[in-house]
């Protein structure tokens, strides 16, 4: 048999080219293939889409090599593996960063140019892939670009939804939300493997068998419904190893045996089973808040139960007992939306694979982190008891029992401490009984993250302050990171070439730390000249899409002063927009002569609002009321412009952040957990303007507070300052603005009055008018630097210069090392 095998392999081998070749000849010669063959149209006629479509089939084919190989040498050296699981992934497109990542990107550039068509123009066909909200979906994009760059053996696990992130479409200035129906022009992306398909069960009831002398526990479900894998490939970067992210869709299942006794009957019980794709059919829009819905926890419980049928498959394959599993696996919870992982691993141990409760417990502890996302309560997951009870009937029992043995031992602790005890129970008792995620994350996970080194204070000394008093050892944090590659190399190629050439090196793209280097040059005049082409040069190209999107004419001599992120009270974009009608009101207000010294401006804002959150959409509609009165003023020309940049996505951010010249951050101190965009705009040189929040405050310790714009009330002061607001003064310019758009200023005044009512003093929870004279201050500060061409040009070097911490390689390695205890497998090239 085995050397009938290897004849058989032999051959195989013959038939195949070992490696597909990336000379421009070979690649003409794929993307004409793939034009006939794959997208079925004739090679003499075919359009800009088409062209995209067989380009990036050439493009897979090369990452599926890749990816084979880095299977294969997994699977040989068996290391302990990663599973990343997240409901949330915004990957964005892919095809320059594919290219880039395997790097043939200039190949194929003169391979398409030889052909009659622009990588570039054809690049622009890809839509946005976005099946997450906002920083935390991103970042798991980011972690897995990391991943694969530093050779780690991880697999991401997530849901294929067919509806990404709404699309927002702006009428009369007010958001409407469109669904994102992404699949519709394909995706060549993915992989569909209809052989990997799991079966996942719900509802029905618990019953008890009698085992081996005692009861054992069955649950028998009443719904049943398929998982089938959709494999995604994310190359690394200057590597040959490329990872898998496993998205899951839902089938209907064949195992539901149909009676039907009429046409009618058999009709509607086909749809009704066709109604098992809604699983997976819409991503929740919410970001950062939370409702009980039994749509979200079916999707949650199908995404953990196939992806953990998937990974105790694999290990499985080549292990016969769990003994090892801890030593094999090790499964990252993002943040708590997978967490029902805890109780399905204890069921499959101990109901399936016949564990001993202790034991399975044993192992789960062993095998689950779990990283926290916020400090909002709002944001933190419930469960009602009732609503798990009906689709998860034996989870619930299981969580039962965790919360009791937890007790248990928490009253040997701490003794009857009944406060404490219920504070930090699994269960919460109250008008809806209910089940706290992050309990139950913490009490089985060895290590809980949080993302910044603020938001890890917070952590403890605030929002799990008895969990940390319990278990000290458990909680530490990993500041977040951005990979370098998209926010930089993909997004930013002109300056990533400068960089290079002043650096004398392209190694930055895979350390980041060499960025520093830059700091030598920060005053060289040279390098000042070709810093300002080159963001001049971005500049112009965002000035031109502001105009297609806006019909704002903007100069770009102006500053771009830039604010892009989910619309949400706590980042306070109504602070923002005060502030531009002060600014507004002061040139209005002044003599002729002194318009001179004005610095000319120009705001852009962008973010999407949660379709339920009213205040986030006033506040959309404001900007575009104040831009309404701004640009049409034929008095202000030049001097201040305000644009609002609808469907805000990572492709839009690709094209804005790099033409930014000053960004803004500015969530009340001690909200914002870390924040990422901060450090995008940080690499490609643009200057913050910043409260001390979330991982500003690591900005601060690299690049220094005088390479910034620091305003605001510091953590500590917040609670403070909300204790004494109510009988604070309120800053009269601050009470001034807000009085204009009272009074009907910007039109709609009915509108906006509940929004200026979340700004009266007794109200303003999140400080704005506590903020306001201080943020005026950093405003005006940036002003002046930017008068100062040379002083902001240093900065913006300097900013770039102090990045390098911010890479998301430098969090994956320490996740790596301190956290999951996976190490680097490298496939030979
Ligand atoms: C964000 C945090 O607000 C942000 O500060 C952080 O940089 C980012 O995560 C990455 O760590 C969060 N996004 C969500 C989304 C949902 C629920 C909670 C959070 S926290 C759906």
Request: proline fraction near 6%; charge should be negative.
């Given at each position: 048999r085995l050397g009938e095998n290897r004849a058989k392999v032999e051959r195989m081998f013959g038939l195949m080219d070992r490696f597909l070749k990336n000379d421009p000849a070979t690649l003409q010669n794929d993307i004409v293939n793939h034009v006939e063959y794959t997208v079925a149209r004739s090679r003499f006629s075919f359009d800009d889409f088409e062209a995209y479509q067989a380009l990036t089939h050439s493009v897979r084919d090369r990452l599926i090599e890749r990816w084979h190989d880095t299977q294969i040498c997994f699977r040989r050296k068996d290391p302990k593996r990663l599973y990343f699981l997240s409901?949330?992934?915004?990957?964005?497109?892919?095809l320059s960063n594919s290219v880039i990542n395997l790097g043939i990107r200039d190949q194929y550039a003169d391979a398409l140019s030889q052909l009659g068509f622009d990588f570039e123009v054809l690049a622009e066909q890809e839509g946005d892939a976005a099946l997450g909200n906002g920083g935390l979906a991103r970042l798991s994009a980011c972690q897995m670009d990391s991943l694969a760059t530093l050779d780690y053996p991880a697999w991401g696990y997530g849901l294929r939804y067919q509806y990404g992130l709404f699309r927002q479409v702006i009428l009369d200035g007010y958001q409407h939300e469109q669904p994102d129906y992404w699949l519709n022009f394909g995706n060549p992306w993915e992989i569909e493997r209809i052989h990997v398909t799991y079966t996942v069960k719900f509802y029905g009831t618990v019953e008890e068998e009698n085992f081996k002398g005692g009861k054992h526990k069955v649950w028998v479900p009443n719904e049943t419904v398929e998982a089938v894998a959709y494999d995604n490939l994310i190359p690394g970067y200057g590597t040959r190893n490329t990872i898998t992210l496993r998205l899951w869709a839902a089938k209907p299942s064949d195992q539901n045996d149909m009676e039907s006794y009429n046409t009618g009957d058999y009709i509607n019980a086909v749809v009704n089973r066709q109604r098992a794709e809604t699983i997976s059919s819409i991503l929740y829009p919410d970001d950062r808040s939370h409702q009980g819905k039994e749509l979200r926890l079916k999707q949650q419980y199908f995404f953990v139960s196939a992806s953990l049928q998937d990974i105790i498959r694999r290990f499985k394959d080549t292990h016969s007992n769990f003994d090892d599993f801890p030593e094999k696996v090790a499964l990252q919870l993002n943040?708590?939306?997978?967490?029902l992982a805890i109780a399905e691993v204890m069921r499959v141990l101990v109901d399936e694979e016949n564990l001993s409760w202790s034991r399975a417990w044993d192992i789960s502890c062993k095998i689950f982190t779990f990283t926290t996302h916020t400090v909002l309560p709002e944001a933190s997951e419930k469960i009602p008891v009732d609503l798990l009870g009906s689709l998860l009937p034996r989870h619930l029992q299981i969580i039962y029992e965790i919360n009791f043995r937890f007790l248990e031992e928490l009253k040997k602790r701490i003794g009857l401490d009944y406060d404490r005890l219920s504070r930090m129970s699994i269960i919460e008792e109250g008008a809806v009984k209910s089940i706290r995620m992050a309990n139950l994350s913490i009490v089985c996970s060895h290590t809980v993250n949080g993302v910044s080194k603020m938001h890890a204070e917070l952590l403890k000394t605030r929002v799990f302050k008895d969990f940390y008093e319990l278990w000290p050892h458990k909680f530490h944090y990993k500041t977040n990171g951005v990979t370098q590659r998209r926010?930089?190399?993909?997004?930013n190629p002109s300056l990533c070439a400068l960089i290079s050439k002043w650096l004398g090196t392209e190694a930055w793209i895979r350390d980041m730390d060499l960025l520093v280097g830059l700091q030598e040059y920060a005053t060289n005049g040279d390098l000042h000249e070709e810093w300002k082409m080159v963001r001049k040069v971005n500049k112009m190209r965002l000035a031109e899409y502001i105009e297609a999107m806006s019909g704002v004419k903007v100069s770009v001599d102006a500053m771009f002063d830039v604010q892009l992120k989910r619309i949400h009270e706590y980042k306070r974009q109504f602070l923002n927009i005060l502030g531009i009608i002060h600014r507004y009101d002061c040139i209005k207000n002044m003599e002729k002569k002194d318009r001179r010294n004005v610095v000319p401006r120009v705001c852009i804002i962008g973010g999407k609002a949660a379709p339920g959150y009213e205040i986030a959409k006033k506040i959309i509609k404001l900007c575009h009321a104040v831009a309404e009165k701004i640009n049409n003023d034929p008095d202000i020309g030049d001097l201040l412009k305000l644009v609002f940049i609808p469907d805000y996505n990572i492709t839009v951010a690709e094209l804005v952040i790099p033409g930014a010249d000053l960004s803004q951050h500015l969530s009340t101190a001690g909200h914002e957990a870390s924040g990422t965009g901060c450090m995008k705009f940080l690499m490609n040189g643009c200057l913050l303007l910043a409260t001390a929040d979330g991982s500003t405050i690591e900005i601060i310790e690299e690049i220094g507070a005088d390479n910034m714009f620091l305003f605001g009330a510091k953590v500590s002061e917040v609670p403070v300052l909300r204790k004494k607001a109510p009988n604070l003064k309120v800053p009269l310019q601050f009470a001034r603005v807000v009085r204009m758009v009272r009074n009907g200023y910007f039109g709609f005044e009915d509108y906006f009055e509940s929004l200026c009512d979340s700004v009266e003093v007794d109200n303003d929870f999140y400080l704005l008018g506590a903020d306001f004279e201080s943020y005026l201050e950093a405003q005006a500060a940036a002003d002046k630097a930017f008068i100062d061409e040379e002083k902001w040009t240093q900065m913006s070097i300097l900013s770039t210069a102090g990045s390098g911490r911010f890479s998301s390689d430098r969090t994956i390695d320490d996740y790596a090392e301190k956290t999951w205890g996976i190490e680097r497998c490298r496939c030979p090239a």
């Open positions: 409901l949330e992934y915004l990957m964005g497109r892919s943040d708590t939306h997978p967490s926010w930089v190399v993909v997004s």
